[in-house]
Nanobody, 119 residues
Framework: QVQLVESGGGLVQAGGSLRLSCVAS????????MVWYRQVSGKQRELVTY???????KYADSVKGRFTISRDNAKNTVYLEMNSLKPEDTAVYYC?????????????WGQGTQVTVSS
């Protein structure tokens, strides 16, 4: 399993932008999908977006048009560009390396990075 480290979170005003990074300890070329989730304390973890090894992407309706996921295989890094941030985007954001088509015990998770959007 690869180790994942997220960074880039912080406090930003509504309408602002942040870019999250997720750096893997090893190659992500063979990883089926790199996924960003977010979780608000006391609520279920929410899938935000993912990018497959082929470069296909999918976004939650709540972030479509505002967030962009990308990957740099040479740097073993996945990015989440977040624009037009809203207070409801406040959460801990987690990166996951999903090795296969479906979630499994082979997946790796990062420790999370806090994003706080003030109104």
């Amino acid at each position: 399993q690869v180790q994942l480290v997220e960074s880039g979170g912080g406090l930003v005003q509504a309408g602002g932008s942040l870019r999250l990074s997720c750096v893997a300890s090893g190659s992500i070329v063979s990883i089926n999908a790199m996924v960003w989730y977010r979780q608000v304390s006391g609520k279920q973890r929410e899938l935000v977006t993912y990018i497959t090894s082929a470069g296909s992407t999918k976004y939650a309706d709540s972030v479509k048009g505002r967030f962009t996921i990308s990957r740099d295989n040479a740097k073993n890094t996945v990015y989440l560009e977040m624009n037009s941030l809203k207070p409801e985007d406040t959460a801990v954001y987690y990166c996951k390396a999903q090795r296969y088509l479906s979630p499994s015990s082979a997946d790796s998770w990062g420790q999370g990075t806090q994003v706080t959007v003030s109104s």
